[in-house]
């Protein structure tokens, strides 16, 4: 259980947390943002995924090179508690916040999440990034293939929007069509990927 005479330290540490959703992991560099232990620190994390206010999309790797990061990313299971950890109290203020897109992008990677477990399905779900500045912000494997998706909180379309996705599909031949889910209405044909609303994220992965 969470020391209560570290209480103070622990809010800290959620808001801290917040702050960094969708971002890598690094347990040192948190810790000492909040003045405490690695140790301490991955103590509290367990807590959290225990008690599935948190979980962890872990980035694949298999037949990828050794050049790849391998440190997981941090999400919340309620986009509400961290726009409250943030200090957003309105869609108004979130519209505006610096942090949107990593908000927009874990609305996104739970809605996946769920889908995938109230089907009664493995969520096979990671991310990929490499040394060289390669990253897909989410990858769904289906059987032998690995569906690369872009999340994007903008409301207009751009075409750079697949970049990430063409890059990963030239890298392995395990790649499949891709996938852009963003904030925006327009749904424009791509050679490489189709284009999602977020509202259509769970017909998806379900």
């Given at each position: 259980m969470i020391?209560l ?38 103590e509290w ?19 990828l ?10 999400y ?6 961290a ?15 610096p ?26 779900l ?12 989410l ?8 569906v690369?998706i ?53 017909t998806?992965?379900?």
């Amino acid at each position: 259980m969470i020391n209560l005479r570290r209480l103070a330290d622990f809010e800290n540490f959620m808001r801290l947390l917040a702050g960094r959703i969708g971002q890598l992991v690094n347990l040192s560099s948190l810790a000492n943002d909040v003045g405490v232990s690695s140790t301490t620190l991955k103590e509290w994390l367990s807590v959290l995924e225990a008690s599935y206010v948190v979980f962890r999309l872990t980035p694949y790797f298999e037949n990828l090179g050794k050049r790849v990061v391998k440190s997981p990313k941090i999400y919340f299971t309620d986009v509400g508690l961290a726009s409250y950890l943030l200090g957003i109290e309105s869609p108004t203020v979130a519209g505006r916040d610096p942090l949107i897109g990593s908000l927009f992008e874990n609305m996104v990677v739970l809605e996946a999440l769920k889908a995938r477990l109230n089907a009664g399905r493995e969520p096979h779900l990671y991310f990929y990034r490499d040394r060289q500045s390669c990253e897909v912000d989410l990858l769904f494997q289906e059987e032998r293939r690995l569906v690369p998706i872009e999340i994007k909180s903008a409301m207009t379309f751009h075409s750079d929007f697949v970049r990430s996705i063409e890059r990963f599909q030239q890298m392995t031949s395990s790649a499949a069509r891709g996938y852009v889910i963003y904030a925006g209405d327009l749904t424009p044909k791509l050679a490489n990927a189709d284009v999602l609303h977020f509202a259509d994220t769970a017909t998806l992965f379900s």
